[in-house]
Nanobody, 124 residues
Framework: RIQLMEAGGGSVQAGGSLTLSCVVS????????VGWFRQAPGSEREAIAS????????WYARSVNRRFTISQDNAKDTAYLQMPNMAANETAMYYC?????????????????WGQGTQVTVSE
């Protein structure tokens, strides 16, 4: 069983930056995929970025247009999402996700594992 523990959410002003982290525990494989989603109130959960566990196959949604950066620290079994120059409309709950199969992860799936979510609030 995979467990995900997120951290790093908070409140920033527009133009500010945040970095989220996601510690992955359990039996993992380099063919698996780790990714980040966000969900604003009243909206569907949106895929932002993903890559193979231990790296490679990086994908970004057009909405973040490579402005965000997904990365990993293999020694810490941790994935990161760097989010610079944030806008108010990016206020949402951000989730780390992990799934078997091919990357990229572009939509939620029942077979995926999820973190508890971390709130990101961007004010004008």
């Amino acid at each position: 069983r995979i467990q995900l523990m997120e951290a790093g959410g908070g409140s920033v002003q527009a133009g500010g930056s945040l970095t989220l982290s996601c510690v992955v525990s359990g039996i993992t494989y380099t063919s698996d995929c780790v990714g980040w989603f966000r969900q604003a109130p009243g909206s569907e959960r949106e895929a932002i970025a993903s890559q193979y566990w231990r790296g490679g196959g990086t994908w970004y949604a057009r909405s973040v247009n490579r402005r965000f950066t997904i990365s990993q620290d293999n020694a810490k079994d941790t994935a990161y999402l760097q989010m610079p120059n944030m806008a108010a409309n990016e206020t949402a709950m951000y989730y780390c996700a992990y799934g078997g199969g091919d990357c990229p992860i572009k939509r939620p799936a029942e077979s995926m594992y999820w973190g508890q979510g971390t709130q990101v609030t961007v004010s004008e």
